[in-house]
Structure formats: C-alpha cells, structure tokens
C-alpha cells in the first residue's frame, strides 16, 4: 500500500487541519467511533481499513472500530442500532435511504460543517445522495452508477468494432454474438428480487424516459417504466439474457463476465479494476465500458444514481470526532489515491492523469454518465415501494404475467403507500 498524503488540498481538508486542535485533548483517553459500511462494491475492506489507520495516525487518542456487514443488510443494520439509541458514530447510508435517515433523525444534519467552496467542487448528483430538505446529512463518498462493460474479443468475433449506442442495437449485438455460437447467452444482469434488479431497471426506466412517481401518484406502469419491463422480458424470452440473472447479484455478473462466459453485463465502476485483475479474470485486456446505452429519440446514454454517502448517527456523542473522520475519507486527496475501485465525487479529479491512468476508458465513460444519473424516487418510504417493485418485477420475469399487469398490481399497492 502506498502512503497516504497527509496534505488535503480541498476545502474538507481545510476544515479537517482547524479540526485537528479540538480533538487534540482527546489523547488523555482514547476515544473510539463505531462504523459501518458494505462487504462488497466499491472500495475493498482493505481500503477502508488502510483509509482508517492513516486517519487514526493524524489523529492521536481516536480509534475506529470498523464493521463491514453485506450491502442487504445494511440499511436494517442501520434502523435497528438507531432504534436501540446506541451503536454508531458513522454510517454509510446509499442514496435511497437519505429522506428516510433524516426525516426519522437516524443522521445528523452536517450542513453548517460543510465548507461553502466545496459546493461547486463536487457533482451535482453526488451532493443528492446526502440532500433531503434542503439540507445536507453528511457528505458523498461513493459516487457510481451502473456501466456497459463489454467483452472486445467477442464483439470483434461478431463483426462489430464499437459497443451498442442503444438498447436495440446492443440486444441485436447479442443475438449476432448468441447465432455464432461464441456464448450461449451474451448478456448477465443482477435481477435478483433485490435492490440490484432495481437498480438495473431504473437504468433502463432513464433510457426510455420514464418516471417513477408523477405528482406523486405511480407512474412507472406507463410509458418508459413499462417499456423497461418489457425489454427486460423480452431479452429472456429471445434467449440473448442469462435465465440466472433472475437469481444474480452484482459479484454474480462480475464473476459470469470475468469468466468470459458473457458478452455484456451491467455493473458497477468496480467491476472495470476486477475484470483487469489477472487473479480475478480471464478476460484481462479484453474489457471494454462504456455508459450504458440510450434509446433513438429519447436519450442518448441512460444511467443510474447509484451513490452512497457517509453521515454521523443521530445518537452519536461525538459529532466532531466523527465528522472528521468523514471528512478525511471523502478529501479529495484520498479519493484520488483509492481510484481504482470507486471514482471520486471531487470534478477536478477527472482531469488528474494520476487518477485516469489504466483506466482512461472508465473515465471517459464515466465523465458522460456521471451528470445525467437518474434517480430512484427519494422518498422517506422508498423502501417499501422497492419491495413492491421488486415482486412484481420478478413476477413478470418468471411467471407468464405480463409487464404491464405486474406493473399495474404494483402501482395499486404503491398508490397505498404512505
């Protein structure tokens, strides 16, 4: 591991270096922050532990106790420690969960502790993740949403030398690849009743300009929303899609991908460093990404908001102590040096080559994708609309029901919803 800068050249940094003074009196006794983040996706537990000592280092007397728990279980984690009224001092909390987190006072609003500059500094829809009311609970970290990656090999044995611009071509891409017998089903999604299959619908949902809500009544029974469902099917019934994708989770697709036993997958910006490693891949030099594609007449590229930011419990007694902890994970400084499996929130890094080396095609990709994610509802009761989705999305896919009478049951029962 190579050693992390103690310089921060950002505003965060600023405010962590005045930080410094307040928390030097706690030497006398250590003081020790709970947190808790995701096994998988994004930066590996070995950077978060390797993050963690450095700030530890700078920061005599404060330990963190780390916890690192499967993304599934992370939000009831969360819910479960802030009902008891004890547990953590700093919680990875994603995009969806934020109105929920702050309208039931899980996480402390951290508007006033952030630095105005930083504002035009980051992207837009990393500043969303944390933003409910106007009001900021804590600061982005994971700024992602869901690429084309594709096999070059592969789409070069097909005849095609660039990746799909459009959902059409790509399924027209994968069934020349599938009639040549060069995989048996060119495609893998992670369509597991799951919020991955959500997250792979919303992309589609963007694509096809739908909605989700419309003057908050359902609306993704209609146009787009519906289009997307039936894409998703249709793919399944030509044969192009792995019928296991209806089983898969993300590390499913990167393994399925790695292994070269598919043409295309939609994954995370993770998965572009993983599908390189030669201990993790057979397909090393052969990955190609791209955003994800778009529909003719309705959008060019289609993305998903996908991001996860870090805030402070609400029941944490040491605000300070953990805000500083936040800040120095989120600096721009230590984003730029752990690039390689979650790109930075911070704009100005996208023109660093440090940070595009090795991976210059992710960040061209990237710099297209990243402002025009598309967001799930941001509603305090989101997730029960996603449980609702999720059914009649898995409905659809492994029964005979049809997009549209699944989506229809599902936006009655949302319509309920409150």
């Given at each position: ?13 600023a ?8 928390l ?6 250590d ?32 330990k ?5 728990v499967?993304y ?24 969806v ?7 039931r ?14 504002t035009?500094?980051?992207?837009d829809?990393a ?12 600061m ?15 789409l070069?044995?097909?005849?095609f030398d660039?990746?799909?611009?459009t ?9 020349a690849?599938?009639a ?11 369509w597991?009743?799951?919020?991955a299959?959500?997250c ?5 949902v963007a694509a096809?300009?739908?909605?989700f809500?419309?003057?908050g ?18 793919s399944?019934?030509d ?5 296991n ?25 993770y ?10 891949s ?35 007694a040491?605000?300070?102590e ?22 930075p ?11 595009a080396?090795?991976?210059?095609e992710?960040?061209a990709?990237?710099k ?5 994610m ?21 409905s ?16 009655a ?6």
């Amino acid at each position: 591991m190579r050693e992390v800068k103690t310089s921060l050249r950002c505003g965060l940094g600023a405010f962590l270096l005045t930080s410094l003074v307040g928390l030097a009196p706690a030497r006398a006794a250590d003081l020790t922050l709970n947190a808790i983040f995701m096994q998988q996706a994004a930066y590996s537990e070995d950077d978060v532990r390797s993050m963690t000592r450095d700030f530890e280092a700078g920061h005599p007397g404060v330990k963190v106790a780390l916890e690192f728990v499967p993304y599934e279980a992370l939000h009831d984690k969360i819910v479960t420690a802030a009902a008891a009224g004890n547990g953590y001092d700093v919680a990875l909390f994603d995009v969806v969960w934020t109105a929920e987190f702050a309208q039931r006072h899980f996480l402390k609003d951290e508007t006033a502790a952030i630095p105005a500059a930083d504002t035009a500094a980051v992207f837009d829809g990393a500043w969303s993740t944390v933003t409910y009311d106007g009001k900021r609970y804590g600061m982005p970290w994971i700024l992602d949403t869901k690429y084309l990656f594709y096999n070059k090999d592969l789409l070069r044995q097909a005849g095609f030398d660039h990746p799909p611009a459009t959902w059409s071509e790509l399924a027209s891409q994968a069934k020349a690849i599938k009639a040549k017998g060069l995989v048996q089903y060119p495609i893998v999604w992670s369509w597991s009743q799951a919020e991955a299959a959500i997250c792979d619908y919303t992309t589609l949902v963007a694509a096809y300009g739908g909605d989700f809500l419309k003057a908050g009544k359902p609306d993704f029974q209609n146009g787009g929303g519906l289009e997307a469902l039936e894409y998703m099917k249709g793919s399944l019934k030509d044969g192009i899609t792995n019928p296991n994708s209806r089983e898969y989770l993300e590390e499913d697709v990167r393994k399925v991908f790695s292994n070269g036993d598919a043409a295309f997958a939609l994954n995370w910006t993770y998965m572009y460093a993983m599908a390189n490693d030669p201990k993790e891949s057979k397909v090393v030099g052969k990955v190609g990404v791209a955003p994800a594609p778009g529909v003719a007449g309705k959008s060019s590229v289609s993305a998903v908001n996908g991001s996860m930011g870090l805030g402070v419990a609400g029941s944490s007694a040491h605000d300070k102590e953990a805000f500083a902890y936040i800040a120095y994970l989120t600096s721009k400084a230590v984003q730029d040096k752990y690039a390689k499996l979650s790109l930075p929130i911070w704009k100005a890094s996208y023109d660093d080559p440090a940070v595009a080396k090795g991976q210059e095609e992710l960040i061209a990709a990237a710099k297209v994708a990243l402002p025009v994610m598309f967001p799930r509802p941001m509603i305090p009761s989101y997730q029960r609309l996603s449980t609702t989705l999720q059914s009649a999305i898995q409905s659809a896919l492994f029964t005979d029901t049809t997009p549209k009478d699944a989506l229809e049951d599902a936006a009655a029962q949302a319509a309920r919803i409150r």
